[in-house]
């Protein structure tokens, strides 16, 4: 009988060895899970962190082109306002300069009150950055002149204005009004 004693003892040592193994299997285990979940917490608030970071940086980005664009368009409406209300008064512009221009034998009191009328005009259209172009001598360009007629000339260039019939007029980039020549040796 002390053989079953002994195997018994062998036996329950064996089970409660495996006891033991099998409760530390299991608390190692739960150590390790916490650390993979948290290293999926982490993965993920990364991932969320990464996610929020790019929403903002579009948010900027779209809010940088609202802003840009707005101030072009604002740029643009004055741009145009200020050419419609400038064109009503280039017929005004144009008669003063041809009453310029036929008065020869004219008082030169009259001759100095539309003087003094063409400089304020002038310092009026320069006071909203509106240019005028089109002089005799500039080089021919169809993209801001417009040819209506042509003739041949020894003492004028290529493609070179011969005479102004009238006067150009342009804000920024913007033709408010072609010019109206005469282009002197053109193809």
Known sequence: MPKKKSENTEETIVK?????????????????????????????LEDELASQKDKYMRLAAEYDNYRKRTSNEKLTIYDDATAKAVTELLPVADSIRMALENLSGADPEIVKGIELVSNQLAKSFEKLKIESYGKTGDEFDPNIHNAISKIDS????????????????????????????QVANCD
């Open 154 to 181: 020894e003492e004028l260039g290529k493609n070179t204005i011969a005479q102004v019939f009238q006067t150009g007029y342009k804000i920024g980039d913007k033709i408010i009004r072609h010019a109206m020549v």
């Open 16 to 44: 409660e060895e495996q006891t033991a193994e099998a409760e530390t299997q299991p608390a190692e285990k739960a150590e390790e899970e916490p650390k993979d979940d948290s290293a999926e917490k982490i993965k993920a």
